[in-house]
């Protein structure tokens, strides 16, 4: 099992600077070998994995709504439904939650 050097929770702060709320706004992100990041934005955002504080659940309700779809809550991969135990993308005990989109 590999595992990344990085938390997701720094990541989704950087995301949150860029003015990125779902991780289907992302086309590409980058973390440089010096640790800045780089991004590059999706043109026609997919449902993603939010990535705005559980804490801040009012913001998100404001901002988000739920699909019909999943995503893995450790590494964002998207399914029709969260009937695996294990997500076969990062090999982690899978998380399901509903996958997001901008209102
Ligand atoms: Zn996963």
Request: charged fraction near 25%.
């Amino acid at each position: 099992m590999t595992r990344s050097t990085f938390s997701k929770d720094p990541i989704d702060a950087e995301l949150r600077s860029e003015g990125i709320h779902h991780t289907g706004e992302v086309a590409k992100f980058i973390i440089e070998s010096n640790g800045s990041f780089s991004l590059i934005k999706k043109e026609s955002p997919k449902p993603g994995l939010s990535v705005i504080p559980e804490f801040d659940q009012a913001f998100m309700e404001e901002l988000l709504t739920q699909t019909e779809k999943v995503v893995c809550q450790q590494c964002g991969a998207k399914r029709q439904n969260g009937n695996e135990t294990t997500c076969a993308d990062c090999n982690k005990s899978a998380l399901w939650v509903r996958a997001v989109v901008l209102k």
